[in-house]
């Protein structure tokens, strides 16, 4: 018997150890190589398939003339992309600071949730683009109405995934505060919030990207300057070339944004990441 016991606590040898680093770093390293990689097959099609097909720049640049209107456009690009980064943040950091807070008084007053939950997902049914005429002709054409609409984007998934997670909560976690007698305040602090940080996660990540859409969005409505207002004037200019070259600053904010919220998922919540065990 005493055997068997050592058995079972024995740890994994070390070759066993060294071979499941191994698995979780390719994971890590797939993470970024498999995307490169699909990417850079996408553009070898593209390229090839323009050059096939002698498709005019005006319908379709190749993704060379897309990289040397990049190179050639830099100042123009880095300014308009910096008046995007800009609103996104700016949108994205108001419905952080609302949407959270919200959420919590939603979880603990009945009443304000189902007075507001239906109000919410009303104006959420609604399209943006439709409102945001609307936000302009308030606010004016400066950064303002383009940090509310990519708020008003931004606004919903944080929101509900804040109130998801933060009602999402095994009752045993509860019971066993109370039986400390630890008080509410306490059970939010320790219990809660750290069950509700994956779903919220959720929704960060969701939004943020969702927020750049919601400043491009302002952008095309009435704009000087921004990737959105870059990407109109070029079309209309018919340089298709730097209007793919914004487009691609677009999707590189976008995909910025969204690893930075999920490297600080990864740092604040590391159980939600973990590899499940074989």
């Known amino acids: 018997m005493r055997g068997a016991e050592t058995a079972i606590d024995a740890p994994p040898p070390p070759g066993a150890r060294i071979e499941r680093r191994r698995r979780i770093g390719w994971s890590e390293v797939s993470l970024v190589l498999l995307p490169v990689l699909a990417l850079v097959a996408i553009l070898a099609v593209w390229q090839l398939a323009v050059v096939a097909l002698d498709v ?41 600071a ?99 940080l994956p779903h919220i996660f959720s929704g960060l990540k969701v939004a943020v990207t969702l927020a750049v859409i919601g400043a491009v969005i302002g952008e095309f409505v009435g704009a000087t300057n921004g990737l959105g207002y870059l990407v109109l004037h070029s079309a209309s200019q018919s340089n298709t070339e730097l209007t793919w070259a914004a487009l691609v600053c677009l999707g590189v904010v976008g995909v910025g944004l969204f690893g930075l919220v999920a490297l600080a998922e990864r740092l604040l919540v590391p159980w939600a990441d973990r590899e499940p065990a074989e």
Do not use: C
């Open 56 to 96: 005019e720049p005006i319908i379709l640049p190749r993704p060379t003339e897309v990289a040397q209107s990049l190179a050639d456009n830099a100042s123009v690009l880095s300014s308009a992309t910096w008046v995007t980064l800009g609103e996104t943040l700016a949108g994205f950091g108001a419905a952080i």
């Open 98 to 196: 609302i949407g959270i807070p919200l959420a919590v008084v939603m979880m603990y007053s009945r009443g304000l949730r189902l007075t507001l939950y239906p109000l919410l997902v009303v104006a959420q049914s609604i399209p943006k683009v439709a409102i945001a005429p609307i936000v302009l002709i308030w606010l004016g054409y400066g950064f303002e109405p383009k940090v509310v609409i990519a708020f008003l984007v931004a606004f919903f998934p944080v929101l509900i995934g804040s109130a998801t997670g933060l009602r999402v909560i095994e009752p045993d976690l509860v019971h066993l505060t109370r039986s400390l007698r630890a008080s509410e305040w306490q059970t939010f602090w320790l219990v809660r919030l750290p069950s509700a």
